[in-house]
């Protein structure tokens, strides 16, 4: 199959506008079965509070999983709009969806942007019966640096400042990764990356590695993990498809249920275009299904 074009780790991941997300293939719809709520306060950290988009489906029964997904382009750039569509998806299988927006480098640097995911998370459980979420099955999700913070989140170990275990509300159920950074520690070699990580992370490679190892997923590997599904693409030349491979054999060998969705001949950000874009999102769906049985 034809690889998705290639874009650069910042440019890949700035979300459209309201008004361009009929630009995307497929384009944005609401249907009728989905009830959308904007602009929902879910943390003020600073001067402006973080929002997040609430997808919830109208008719079901009782309480259903929850998903929160992570917008962020190369840490430096995004919006809550970049995973409307997989949002919307997922609210027709039954989960309510959290499209969510976080603070963004330079001006927020690590831990920032994952405390800020950490708290759509629980936000969502604290709305949980307002909006009919069971508290008990939420996921995360998000793509290549937001991906990176989903996976953080994902290894249910960072409590607000070390990785000494998160709080109970903190936890999530389940994680999905799109083509994710999973280890800085290794990932430069592009100047773009290099840039930015070095904005997100306060440091250079060479002036703190320390750093740079303490703030990479694949670090943080253990059976307190949740169970993750990884999504990439094999001719990925931003983040190399190598890095899910290593994320899933680490997480294995933890025994943690990891699985790899292998888009052959695909680039980076595969899963937001024909032909990978419904059956990348298929897959997230039967996983957490599965995962949440």
């Known amino acids: 199959m034809r690889s998705a074009t290639w874009f650069t780790l910042a440019g ?5 506008s309201v008004a361009g997300q009929n630009t995307q293939n497929p384009p944005f719809v609401l249907p009728d079965s989905v009830r959308m709520l904007s602009d929902l306060t879910y943390a003020a950290p600073g001067a402006e509070p973080l929002t997040l988009d609430l997808f919830l489906p109208r008719q079901g029964n009782g309480s259903v999983p929850g998903i929160v997904f992570v917008s962020c382009g190369g840490w430096i750039t995004g919006s809550k709009s970049q995973f409307w569509r ?9 989960f309510v969806s959290a499209a969510t927006q976080c603070r963004l480098a330079p001006a927020a640097r690590f831990p920032d942007q994952l405390n800020d995911a950490i708290a759509a998370v629980r936000w969502l459980r604290d709305h949980a019966k307002e909006r009919g979420v069971d508290p008990t099955r939420i996921a995360i999700a998000g793509a290549s640096s937001g991906g990176y913070l989903a996976a953080l989140v994902g290894s249910n170990l960072w409590n607000g400042s070390d990785w000494s275990g998160a709080p109970p509300n903190a936890r999530v159920q389940a994680a999905v990764v799109f083509n994710g950074v999973l280890d800085v520690s290794g990932f430069d070699t592009l100047p773009t990356v290099r840039t930015n990580l070095t904005n997100f992370l306060g440091a ?8 740079w190892l303490f703030a990479s997923p694949l670090t943080h590997v253990s059976p307190d993990a949740a169970p993750v599904l990884l999504l990439h693409g094999t001719n990925d030349t931003t983040v ?3 890095q899910s491979a290593a994320m899933q054999r680490r997480l294995q060998g933890a025994g943690v249920k990891a699985e790899l969705f292998t888009a052959e001949g695909a680039g980076h950000g595969f899963f937001n275009q024909p032909p990978w874009y419904e059956p990348s999102i298929a897959a997230a769906a039967e996983f957490l299904r599965t995962v949440f049985r």
């Open 12 to 16: 890949l991941l700035t979300s459209v």
């Open 86 to 94: 997989q949002s919307v998806y997922l609210a027709t299988h039954g």
């Open 204 to 211: 250079a490679r060479d002036e703190n590695p320390t750093l």
């Open 240 to 242: 190399p498809y190598s």
